[in-house]
């Protein structure tokens, strides 16, 4: 480790300048000049057939004697540029020191005990001016040699042709490129080659330094976590992060932890090894991960659980030790794993799938980092999750994540705070817009989802040509936001549109008429996203329910189907959302909560997660016959209650199914101007209804859909 530690300061202190050593360094390239240098030796001074050509230029007195001698097996005549001329084995074989300038046994070009045409092209090579006056020459000897062999001798005609046709020497032609027009294409596939393996080899080398790219198959073993140092920072502050004060109170500690270690070790406290944020998707734990990494001023290494997993086997765990090993190095630092879930979940053998050895050798090497043997002093892990209900127990345990940082939705100022710091960049009416009443209007929203809004306010606000954000283009993105698109264009025939009337009218009666159910705030029958209608609510922020707010909702909610069967007889598909809401909450009831009598205080809820993949029922068959039971006699109770409510309201229904069928979106007010002031007070945070709600402000947490 130390040795990696003083590479890395001799790199930064040589940045820029040469390093020293270099020079001497051998660079590996070389080996491929070689290698290709050897190559072309080998094309060049080898033919085709296998053989060595040798080759001496020649004048026309020596070339005259060769061919007056016969020693020449062939004549080439290349290009008609020269001539080549090759010796027959009989003619070295003889030994005439004529041809000791090819063939000599005591070094000429070729020397060899045994010499062999075999192993050579040996030839001659003479450099005419012009082709036709070579060939006259040649036709010169061959007179010769026929005047030689016919004078004095009686032959017939046919003898005479055969002599000639045997005197006559026969040049062949031949066509060649030069050198590198007959070897460019070897040659280039050659150079395409060793670039290619150069190339392949460079970027493996850099895939491997930063733990992916082309090399990821050979540096799979390596951590894939982004390190975020003084070089590279993020740029997001505790500044950024609204609300959470507590949470940023602790993570702010830990970052003291790592730079002021001696106040808490003194006094014999040690260090804590982690921290883990837990809490419902989109309220800022990964912002706030950022947010230490701006302001830590260690290095922070961020990943996320899912980085650990790879198709091969024992690549999680040769990822954690990686991991460590790189963080040891720049200790004091942070690891952030987002979604450790990925890897952290209960270990455990399940019927389905078996043990996931994979992920259970992961989070066993990663337990055994973080409380192991291994020193590792000043490396401090931050993990962030949504269900630290099904982490493993052993992670959770004091000396690995000591701590639990809850991060929760936001409350009504929080909510105002995280509309401030989104709303900075945003161009918007500022004696309109205000962010406490758009922090009213949010209840149960999200950080994430506040961010959207005002993103979406933005994009619906130009999409109007508008210059400034009004607060309308807010409300509007709200309701986009918790609803989905408005679709005006859907085709609804009167009737659907009437059922739809009277079933949305059905919620809001039933509502209104129940003390628990949550404060009713508009209903409208215009489609948005899947919905054909919707009454809207903001639910009550609660930390407990009781059974009868419950059982109240629950009622709410069959109210629509209710209210379809009274008027109409018979009932529709529109109720499948609320169906399967209403079944949700009565088996939740019954089965989690110990909320029924029969079933009494019991509860089959396993906050471990491996009931998930297990085909065994924690109860037995009776019991759940019972729960089934149960569930429906609570759901048909619920129904029953509503047609009860509903009958008895009848009148008061259809003049508020009549109004929304022709005014399509109805207001809390319109409401109880058909059944009176509601006989309980709505207990919503930040709101009065009756004096808000005149401006025909939209405003929901929770929609009741009617497909
Ligand atoms: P998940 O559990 O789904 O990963 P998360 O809790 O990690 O969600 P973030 O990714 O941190 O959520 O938040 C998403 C976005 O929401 C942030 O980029 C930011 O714009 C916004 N946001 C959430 N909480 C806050 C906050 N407290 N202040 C400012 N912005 C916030």
Not at 191 to 197: A, D, E, G, Q, R
Not at 294 to 311: N, Q
Request: net charge neutral.
């Amino acid at each position: 480790m130390a040795e990696q530690k003083q590479t890395n300061k001799a790199k930064q202190t040589n940045k820029g300048k040469q390093n020293p050593n270099s020079k001497k360094k051998f660079s590996i390239y070389w080996i491929y000049v070689v290698l290709f240098a050897a190559i072309v030796f080998l094309w060049t001074s080898g033919t085709k057939d296998g053989k060595s050509n040798v080759s001496r230029e020649v004048n026309w007195e020596k070339l005259q004697k060769v061919i007056n001698n016969k020693d020449f097996s062939q004549i080439k005549v290349i290009n008609k540029e020269y001539a080549e001329i090759f010796i027959k084995q009989e003619a070295i074989s003889r030994g005439d020191t004529m041809y000791n300038d090819i063939f000599k046994n005591d070094g000429g070009i070729f020397s060899s005990d045994k010499l062999s045409l075999d192993k050579l092209n040996a030839s001659y090579v003479y450099k005419f001016v012009d082709y036709q006056d070579f060939r006259e020459q040649l036709q010169t000897i061959e007179n010769q040699w026929n005047v030689q062999d016919t004078l004095g001798k009686d032959l017939t005609e046919l003898q005479k042709q055969q002599i000639i046709a045997q005197n006559r020497i026969n040049p062949t032609m031949e066509k060649r490129g030069g050198f590198w027009s007959e070897n460019s294409g070897f040659l280039i596939s050659t150079l395409f080659l060793i670039v290619m393996w150069i190339v392949i080899f460079r970027m493996m080398n850099r895939g491997s330094a930063m733990g992916g790219g082309i090399g990821g198959i050979f540096s799979v073993g390596k951590s894939k976590a982004k390190l975020y140092d003084k070089d590279k920072n993020t740029n997001v502050t505790f500044a950024d992060v609204a609300g959470l004060e507590e949470a940023k109170v602790e993570v702010m500690e830990i970052v003291d932890f790592l730079k002021n270690p001696d106040r808490y070790t003194k006094l014999g406290g040690k260090i804590p090894k982690g921290a883990l944020l837990v809490g419902p998707p989109g309220t800022g734990k990964t912002l706030l991960a950022k947010a230490v990494a701006g302001e830590a001023k260690v290095p922070f290494f961020s990943l996320s659980g899912s980085d650990f997993t790879e198709m091969f086997v024992g690549v999680g765990a040769s990822r954690v030790r990686d991991l460590f090993n790189n963080a040891k190095a720049k200790a004091p630092c942070i690891i952030f794993i987002d979604e450790i879930d990925a890897i952290g979940r209960a270990r455990g053998k399940n019927i389905v799938g078996g043990a996931n050895d994979e992920r259970e050798n992961t989070l066993n090497q990663l337990l055994t980092e973080m409380d192991g043997f291994g020193s590792n002093a000043g490396v401090i892990m931050l993990a962030a999750t949504n269900r630290a209900d099904i982490l493993d127990k052993a992670l959770l345990r004091a000396g690995r994540f000591d701590r639990q940082i809850y991060v929760e939705l936001p409350e009504l100022k929080e909510r105002e705070a995280i509309f401030k710091v989104h709303m900075k960049n945003l161009k918007f009416d500022e004696s309109e817009v205000n962010t406490a009443f758009l922090a009213k209007q949010t209840p149960g929203f999200s950080g994430a989802d506040i961010a959207n809004i005002c993103n979406e306010s933005a994009l619906i606000a130009a999409r109007r040509g508008k210059q400034v954000i009004g607060k309308q283009d807010f409300l509007d993105a709200v309701d986009r936001i918790v609803g989905g698109l408005e679709k005006k264009s859907k085709i609804i025939s009167p009737k659907e549109k009437e059922r739809i009337a009277y079933h949305e009218a059905g919620h809001a009666s039933v509502s209104w008429l129940l003390e628990y159910a949550n404060p009713l705030l508009k209903v409208t029958i215009v489609p948005r996203g899947m919905a054909l209608g919707a009454a809207w609510y903001i639910p009550e922020e609660r930390q407990i329910t009781t059974k009868q707010q419950m059982l109240d909702q629950i009622i709410s909610l069959l109210g629509g189907r209710a209210s379809e069967y009274i008027t109409f007889g018979d009932v529709s598909t529109g109720a499948l959302n609320d169906l399967e809401r209403a079944t949700q909450m009565a088996t939740a009831m019954v089965k989690y909560y110990g909320l029924d009598d029969k079933i009494g205080n019991r509860s089959y809820y396993d906050s471990t997660g491996q009931s998930e993949y297990s085909f065994q029922r924690p109860f037995s068959e009776k019991t759940a016959e019972i729960i089934d039971e149960r569930v429906h006699e609570l759901l048909e109770d619920a129904y029953k209650k509503a047609c009860e409510i509903l009958t008895e309201n009848k009148d008061k229904l259809k003049l508020l199914a009549e109004l929304l069928r022709d005014k399509e979106v109805i207001f809390r007010e319109d409401v109880e101007n058909i059944f009176g002031p509601r006989q309980w007070e709505d207990n919503i945070e930040g709101i009065k209804p009756k004096e808000e709600n005149n401006n025909n402000e939209t405003s929901n947490a929770e929609v009741k859909e009617n497909k």
